[in-house]
């Protein structure tokens, strides 16, 4: 009987094992066969998820959004988390709508650079932050109708 016990966990240990490894090659190959903006390679699975997604397109790192703040420059962006429910909701409304109004809507996910919270003031996520000068004169929050994306689009960035 002890034996038997015995078979039958090292067969559990090793279907675990093989488990693990298949999942961990698969994600390896969904990064090397994809195009990562992320500059770094231990992704959450969420977004790795998200890689070949077209409304994830845009991905600003935080570096980039520093310095373009520093410079004064205008930025719209959107801070998100991949496994945010309103995040899920919002982005696909939100996303065409600012590519049909052309306007650069960066993204920065907030799940892989966490410490982005509080240099930006977010709160929560989905938030749109536009800035001009380096300065944040906007923002909107939350999963909101298409309607209340577009007004805040034309009072903010394209005025």
Same mark, same amino acid.
């Given at each position: ?65 520093? *310095? ?20 899920? *909701? ?41 800035? *001009? ?12 109708? *298409? ?13």
């Amino acid at each position: 009987m002890k034996k038997k016990m015995l078979i039958f966990g090292g067969i559990i240990v090793a279907l675990f094992a093989a488990l693990f490894f298949v999942t961990n090659y698969q994600n390896n190959q969904a990064m090397e066969d994809s195009d990562n903006p992320y500059g770094k390679s231990d992704l959450n699975q969420a977004t790795i998820d998200q890689l070949d997604d077209p409304l994830y397109e845009n991905q600003v790192l935080p570096e980039e959004l520093s *310095e373009s703040m520093d410079n004064g420059e205008e930025e719209t962006v959107y801070f998100y988390d991949p496994t945010c429910v309103y995040c899920q *909701e919002a982005t696909p409304v939100l996303v065409p709508l600012a590519e049909d109004l052309d306007i650069d809507l960066k993204k920065l996910n907030l799940l892989e650079f966490d410490d982005q919270w509080i240099p930006y003031n977010i709160e929560s996520t989905p938030t749109v932050v536009h800035y *001009e000068n380096g300065q944040e004169v906007a923002r909107i929050g939350g999963s909101r109708p *298409e309607a209340e994306f577009e007004a805040f689009f034309n009072q903010h960035v394209l005025n």
